[in-house]
């Protein structure tokens, strides 16, 4: 245990000074919605292109109410080039209607009522409890994954089994904070390919499963 949030806590001071994954920029507002919403837009997304998505949404429409006055041809154009952004739009309008019908226009909070939004998994959800409403989550996303496979924390095949994993092993604490620090780290560093291990903070803690060749 202490090994792991020694670990964080190099990491963490390691990519201070690096640009932060596009939600949780959005985060800082302290709305859910926002957070909702711009983590649905960075799917299969740059961060740049999310962010830029993201502001051009919100300074026409940033609640539920808002949006879903636009129409899906107005939406399209706000957000594109996001990845997917036809059915982006169509998902975002229709968690909005959802959202005004069945919760009185507030993002739920409690993952059940979340992963019934449909184009929301467990990613999303947890990303809107932590980054959102402040509640104890692990976000698990392919750089979590990764690096927390090729540390040797866990030994998954997929994420929802790392969530699991990484729960019984990282304080809840950390739990909020660990997905803004992997995936900075994983974007920065702990690359997919050739990841920069000569530059890394943790190599001697790294048990650099299923790299290959790094730089």
């Not at 990519?15 to 960075?42: E, R």
Request: proline share 5%.
């Amino acid at each position: 245990m202490n090994k792991i949030i020694k670990v964080i806590n190099l990491v963490e001071k390691q990519i201070k000074g690096f640009i932060i994954p596009s939600v949780t920029q959005f985060s800082f507002k302290k709305d859910p919605y926002l957070v909702l919403v711009s983590c649905i837009l960075s799917l299969r997304t740059k961060d740049k292109t999310t962010v830029e998505a993201s502001l051009r949404l919100f300074k026409v429409a940033n609640t539920p109410l808002e949006v879903v006055k636009l129409s899906v041809a107005r939406l399209e154009k706000l957000i594109y080039p996001v990845g997917f952004y036809h059915t982006k739009a169509r998902v975002i309008l229709n968690l909005s209607r959802r959202l005004i019908r069945d919760f009185k226009c507030h993002v739920p909070h409690n993952i059940e009522d979340l992963l019934s939004l449909k184009g929301v998994g467990r990613k999303t959800a947890n990303l809107v409890l932590g980054l959102g409403f402040g509640i104890p989550a692990i976000c698990v996303d392919t750089h979590v994954h990764r690096i927390s496979n090729r540390l040797g924390w866990v030994k998954t095949k997929d994420a929802e089994a790392t969530e699991y994993g990484l729960q019984k092993i990282i304080p809840k604490p950390e739990w909020i904070e660990l997905n803004t620090t992997l995936v900075t780290f994983g974007q920065n560093i702990c690359l997919p390919v050739s990841p920069l291990c000569s530059k890394c903070a943790v190599k001697k803690y790294c048990k650099r499963i299923g790299v290959h060749h790094s730089r």
